[in-house]
């Protein structure tokens, strides 16, 4: 079967989906092949799935964190503790925490970790955002939950410097955590002996 | 031809890695002989036992499989040495970034055991007392020099009618003019020399205490260089010449230490 066999539609369909993580050439053929035999209406409701996260998400304007409503339900929540603060890289890494049911505070998520050589800076990250945040706001303790990672280490000590002049408490999760890996794909157990476990910094 | 083994043991130093595919790292790994980008799949699930072997700058004994047109792939690690003080030191750590980021930036593919050893010492150095700086101008002279952009610093490289000046320089605190640095021309300038290329690109004035400095990290091994007491002063003005001084070679100012920067 050449490529003219394929309509533009398809094969734009098909590239689409190989752009992304962890989605090759064949995955993203069968994927498109697979809507394309429409015996659901799956693929409208993808599509309307899609042009819903466009345009109705974005980021809460206290944590970063992506949601509909601003603030966001956890920054919204008078239930939740917010002069505690639980920096995370990711919206995922929040999740994985939230899926312990042991944190009461608030996040902050930076969307990323320092990375230099890879170009990321402070300022790519939403670390000044968080600065202010501490200087404004009545915050008691900052949880540094950034992933035990090279990255993530040294952006929780970049973190350590910056929030010490301001003289507000850090901690740093707990040593559970298995070293190299991303809190995403930590468990709620070893989440929870980590966040019980954190660290005086 | 058939391949003599499939799978290939390395003893090799973490200088970088970014994140790939879902739960994949690209790790940028300098062995003894080379300089090679690995792919490890995975590695960034929690569970995975290649997990905490690859951190940044650690010796790590990987097996290889080799992949045609395509990275090698890791398929075991098992951290030698892990540099623990490199991770937990915001100093150390940025310090230990930037040495990463000139072996990167100036060596690619066949490397020496010359620069393993260099780069191995220098990260076991950085970890313990050393003092950070100091180390640092010491390990850019002798990546210069490794790299074939070994600077002069003996005697000027300035030109006068055409001919080149060789002027020895023999720096000493009571000189009364400045000496220069020249990037274009790979080293330093006499007192004359100076005044006449002052305006041309990549030249800048040298304190006489710099120059003396300059001279003996070339020269001295680290112990040697490291007893001498460097002065605040002459710190911040080699810091900034030899940031100027590479990033002229590199044609871009490595990234690195841009954090210290305020
Ligand atoms: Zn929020
Ligand atoms: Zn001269």
């Known amino acids: 079967m050449g490529k003219a066999a394929v309509p533009p539609s398809v094969t734009n369909l098909i590239q689409t989906f190989s752009e992304l993580p962890g989605v090759g050439p064949k995955t993203a053929s069968r994927l498109a092949f697979y809507l394309l035999r429409g015996k659901s209406d799956l693929a409208l409701r993808l599509a309307t799935a899609l042009q819903d996260l466009v345009e109705r ?45 042991q944190y009461a505070g608030v996040y902050h998520v930076l969307h990323g970790a320092l990375s230099p050589l890879e170009g990321i800076f402070a300022e790519d990250l939403r670390i000044a955002e968080l600065e202010t945040r501490i200087r404004q706001g009545d915050v008691s303790e900052v949880i540094l939950a950034t992933n035990p990672t090279s990255e993530g280490d040294y952006t929780a000590a970049y973190l350590v410097q910056r929030i010490k002049t301001i003289g507000t408490r850090v901690t740093r999760l707990g040593r559970g955590l298995p070293m190299g890996g991303d809190l995403e794909y930590a468990d709620a157990v070893t989440l929870t002996r980590a966040l019980e476990s954190r660290q005086e910094l | 031809m058939a391949r003599p083994s499939r799978l290939q043991r390395e003893v090799g130093i973490v200088l970088a890695r970014r994140d790939h595919g879902e739960a994949d790292r690209v790790i940028v790994l300098l062995t003894p002989e080379q300089r090679i980008d690995v792919l490890a799949k995975g590695v960034r699930k929690t569970r995975s036992r290649k997990a905490g072997h690859l951190e940044l700058f650690s ?201 210290l920067d305020g």
Request: glycine residues 4%; negative net charge.
């Open chain 2, 59 to 259: 010796k790590t004994e990987v097996l290889l499989s080799r992949v045609k047109q395509s990275w090698d792939i890791v398929s075991q690690a098992e951290a030698v040495t892990v540099r623990a003080q490199l991770q937990d030191d915001f100093s150390r750590a940025t310090y230990a970034r930037y040495v990463a980021e000139l072996v990167i930036r100036f060596f690619e593919g066949e490397t020496s055991r010359q620069l393993y050893d260099l780069v191995d010492a220098t990260f076991e150095r950085l970890e313990t007392a050393a003092p950070a700086a100091l180390l640092t101008r010491w390990f850019e002279q002798q990546l210069l020099a490794l790299a074939g952009f070994r600077p002069e610093w003996g005697m000027c490289v300035g030109e006068r009618d055409a001919e080149l000046c060789r002027e020895p320089l023999r720096p000493r605190p009571t000189d009364r003019r400045a000496y220069g640095i020249d990037a274009e021309r790979g080293g330093a300038l006499c007192s004359d020399c100076l005044a006449r290329h002052r305006n041309e690109r990549g030249v800048r004035a040298l304190s006489p205490s710099a120059l003396s400095w300059l001279q003996a990290l070339q020269q001295r091994d680290y112990a040697e260089a490291a007893s001498f007491d460097l002065p605040p002063a002459t710190a911040r003005e080699l810091a900034q010449v030899m940031d100027r001084y590479i990033a002229h070679h590199l044609e871009r100012r490595p990234s690195a230490l841009r954090i």
């Open chain 1, 57 to 101: 998400t974005r980021f809460c304007s206290i944590c970063y964190n992506v949601t509909e409503a601003d603030p966001c339900p956890i920054c919204a929540d008078p239930a939740r503790d917010h002069a505690s603060v639980c920096v995370v890289e990711e919206p995922l890494d929040m999740l994985a925490l939230e899926r312990t049911d």
